[in-house]
């Protein structure tokens, strides 16, 4: 029987190759999950990120209980009270005579309990706010930050990379010096002072777009230089000459016959370069530099934890960093995979 | 004489070093004039400097080039822009280097389709697989779909014709266009330029083959490292050649 073979473009056939690397759908998974709540923190989390409590500050993640005496009961935890041991550390004691039922679905929340009670799966911070809730509306912010900055700096490095490459000359000088000094200042010192230059009164969301502008200026100009490179090569091909010859516009011709060449290096350099994002706006956050509390972010979380008192005696404010680490982790397997995929050497058995 | 393009005295340099020295010849409304000449004889930069698509160190130094009474070399970018691909089309001699791989023959037919004229979508589909049709492509739906790499050397160089006739031009330079061809596939694109002679469409036929320049031209100017060493129509040039490199030329391929 004659098989009719379908052509696959290449990006089809990277998929497929990705797709066979366990460890990287693991991650395009991981990731689909830290998204998922994300974009569902609304529902999926029992507090808003601004709900706070100072009677439970520091309360370390709460126990849910299911045998009550001995019996299976629906879900529940005990109260607590807040005491001070010798060295006047707060201990939180469980309150026997009290119990709070979880309820699920209730008030447009996945779950959450009756006050005056609250109810801490990963603990609270000093100022009594669920982590839990904290982490998932600060991913909001930390995962798209990244994301938004990547294609800005994205356009404007095929851009500007292309456009230098292709016509080279004098328009290459000037781009690329251009490049050379977004380059030559090192990069968190670069994150400094554009943010320096960003006026002190902002709200939360013009702090955001601000954040997410200087981590595009950061990025754009080593993938400018190298898409560059790859363009100055690729005008030389023929389909390029005959493209001209039919008097096809110039920016057509770089927008769809040089830059499309070079979409494997720039697949892969994407997912790269979310990652180090993900990272810069942690830092800048840290440091207390980019989103400004109560509006959480991965990377302001985390600065909580910079003093070694509160981390010894509430260590689950370490929590933020963790998902920090898996979702650099998961960018950089999937970019690196994918960088593979696109190579046809790696490719077996498609 | 009804010509529709006129090179005077083109002379390219690069450097002191002089590539085409002092060109000049016609080509006339519905006929094919061929350059022929051994390779670096300098007949692909006349047929490039036409299009002022000259790879950058070289130049034109001299002379003027006419086409539809426009000299060529003096209009603005914009308007060259406009001439390429609408007025003079271009087919090579790779054909499969000259697509780009990554899109199908239609959607780059199309493309030059969409540069020049203001047709909507479905009119410039419809114009493409009437061109497809018209270079005797068997199958122009399935054409349109393929690749570059899924169509066989003859059927991509009827593409590459296809691409450079879609929007109706005067003139159409074609530069080796059958060389990177079987014997066969050869006489059958020639046979095609022919056609495309009766729809009154000049060509400018640059080869190194006389036998096949033959079949087809009405013209031939013989080049020899830059300058023109005979020039007449086809039968005269071939009978009774005049200059020892053109007896040359005209023994090789006999």
């Known amino acids: 029987m004659e098989k009719k073979i379908k052509p696959r473009g290449r990006i089809s056939l990277a998929f497929a190759s990705l797709r066979r690397n366990r460890f990287s759908m693991l991650c395009l998974w991981a990731l689909s999950v830290l998204y998922g709540l994300a974009i569902c923190a609304d529902f999926v989390c029992p507090y808003g990120y601004q709900d706070e409590d100072r009677d439970f500050s520091y309360c370390p993640p709460t126990a849910i209980e299911f045998l009550d005496h001995g019996k299976l009961v629906?879900?529940?935890?005990?109260?607590?009270?807040?005491?001070?041991?010798?060295?006047?550390?707060?201990?939180?004691?469980?309150?026997?005579?009290?119990?709070?039922?979880?309820?699920?679905?209730?008030?447009?929340?996945?779950?959450?309990?009756?006050?005056?009670?609250?109810?801490?799966?990963?603990?609270?911070?000093?100022?009594?706010?669920?982590?839990?809730?904290?982490?998932?509306?600060?991913?909001?912010?930390?995962?798209?930050?990244?994301?938004?900055?990547?294609?800005?700096?994205?356009?404007?490095?095929?851009?500007?990379?292309?456009?230098?490459?292709?016509?080279?000359?004098?328009?290459?000088?000037?781009?690329?010096?251009?490049?050379?000094?977004?380059?030559?200042?090192p990069g968190f010192y670069l994150m400094l002072a554009l943010r320096a230059a960003v006026p002190e009164?902002?709200?939360?969301?013009?702090?955001?777009?601000?954040?997410?502008?200087?981590?595009?200026?950061?990025?754009?100009?080593?993938?400018?230089?190298?898409?560059?490179?790859?363009?100055?090569?690729?005008?030389?091909?023929?389909f390029v000459l005959v493209a001209k010859t039919l008097g096809v516009p110039d920016i057509i011709i770089i927008i769809k016959h040089i830059l499309p060449q070079t979409i494997s290096f720039s697949c892969?350099?994407?997912?790269?370069?979310?990652?180090?994002?993900?990272?810069?706006?942690?830092?800048?956050?840290?440091?207390?530099?980019?989103?400004?509390?109560?509006?959480?972010?991965?990377?302001?979380?985390?600065?909580?934890?910079?003093?070694?008192?509160p981390v010894i005696f509430a260590p689950w404010i370490l929590l933020p960093g963790l998902f920090i680490f898996i979702a650099v982790m998961c960018f950089n397997v999937i970019g690196d995979a994918l960088r593979d995929a696109f190579d046809p050497m790696f490719r077996e058995g498609i | 004489m009804n010509s529709l393009l006129s090179i005077n005295g083109l002379t390219v340099a690069v450097g002191p070093k002089i590539l085409v020295d002092?060109?000049?010849?016609?080509v006339p409304q519905g006929k094919i004039v061929a350059v022929a000449g051994g390779s670096g004889s300098g007949k692909t930069?006349?047929?490039?400097?036409?299009?002022?698509?000259?790879?950058?160190?070289?130049?034109?130094?001299?002379?003027?080039?006419?086409?539809?009474?426009?000299?060529?070399?003096d209009v603005p970018v914009r308007e060259m822009q406009n001439c390429r691909g609408a007025r003079i089309g271009m087919v090579f001699q790779e054909p499969l280097s000259a697509f780009d791989p990554l899109f199908t023959i239609g959607q780059q037919i199309d493309e030059v389709l969409a540069a020049h004229t203001e047709l909507s979508k479905r009119e410039r589909y419809k114009k493409v697989?009437?061109?497809?049709?018209?270079?005797?492509?068997?199958?122009?739906?399935?054409?349109?779909?393929?690749?570059?790499?899924?169509?066989?050397?003859?059927?991509?160089?009827?593409?590459?014709?296809?691409?450079?006739?879609?929007?109706?031009?005067?003139?159409?330079?074609?530069?080796?266009?059958?060389?990177?061809?079987?014997?066969?596939?050869?006489?059958?694109?020639?046979?095609?330029?022919?056609?495309?002679?009766?729809?009154?469409?000049?060509?400018?036929?640059?080869?190194?083959?006389?036998?096949?320049?033959?079949?087809?031209?009405?013209?031939?100017?013989?080049?020899?490292?830059?300058?023109?060493?005979?020039?007449?129509?086809?039968?005269?040039?071939?009978?009774?050649?005049?200059h020892g490199y053109t007896r040359e030329l005209v023994m090789s391929a006999k």
């Open chain 2, 45 to 73: 930069t006349i047929g490039l400097s036409i299009l002022r698509l000259l790879p950058t160190p070289l130049s034109v130094t001299q002379g003027s080039i006419i086409f539809e009474g426009r000299h060529l070399l």
């Open chain 1, 74 to 185: 629906r879900p529940f935890i005990y109260g607590r009270t807040l005491t001070f041991d010798a060295v006047h550390r707060r201990v939180y004691v469980n309150d026997y005579r009290q119990k709070y039922s979880l309820h699920f679905l209730t008030g447009g929340r996945l779950f959450g309990v009756d006050p005056p009670s609250r109810f801490y799966i990963w603990g609270a911070d000093a100022r009594g706010r669920d982590l839990f809730s904290r982490i998932w509306y600060g991913a909001r912010i930390s995962l798209s930050i990244g994301l938004l900055g990547v294609i800005i700096s994205f356009v404007l490095g095929l851009l500007i990379g292309g456009i230098a490459g292709y016509y080279g000359g004098w328009v290459d000088n000037i781009l690329m010096r251009l490049c050379e000094m977004f380059m030559m200042v």
């Open chain 2, 129 to 242: 697989l009437e061109t497809l049709l018209e270079v005797e492509l068997p199958d122009p739906q399935r054409a349109y779909k393929s690749y570059p790499h899924q169509l066989s050397g003859g059927m991509r160089q009827r593409a590459m014709v296809a691409q450079a006739i879609v929007c109706g031009p005067s003139l159409i330079i074609a530069d080796e266009p059958t060389s990177s061809l079987d014997v066969t596939l050869q006489v059958k694109i020639m046979e095609l330029l022919g056609r495309l002679k009766k729809k009154d469409m000049s060509i400018l036929l640059i080869a190194h083959d006389l036998g096949m320049i033959s079949r087809v031209a009405d013209e031939v100017i013989i080049l020899c490292q830059g300058e023109i060493v005979e020039k007449g129509p086809v039968g005269q040039v071939m009978d009774r050649p005049q």
């Open chain 2, 22 to 26: 002092r060109v000049s010849f016609d």
């Open chain 1, 201 to 238: 009164n902002f709200n939360s969301v013009q702090v955001y777009v601000s954040v997410v502008v200087i981590l595009a200026l950061i990025g754009w100009a080593s993938l400018a230089r190298i898409i560059r490179g790859m363009a100055l090569s690729l005008r030389e091909r023929d």
């Open chain 1, 268 to 309: 892969a350099t994407l997912m790269l370069t979310v990652s180090s994002y993900i990272l810069a706006e942690a830092g800048l956050s840290m440091v207390g530099l980019g989103i400004q509390d109560p509006v959480p972010s991965w990377g302001n979380l985390l600065s909580d934890a910079m003093e070694i008192v």
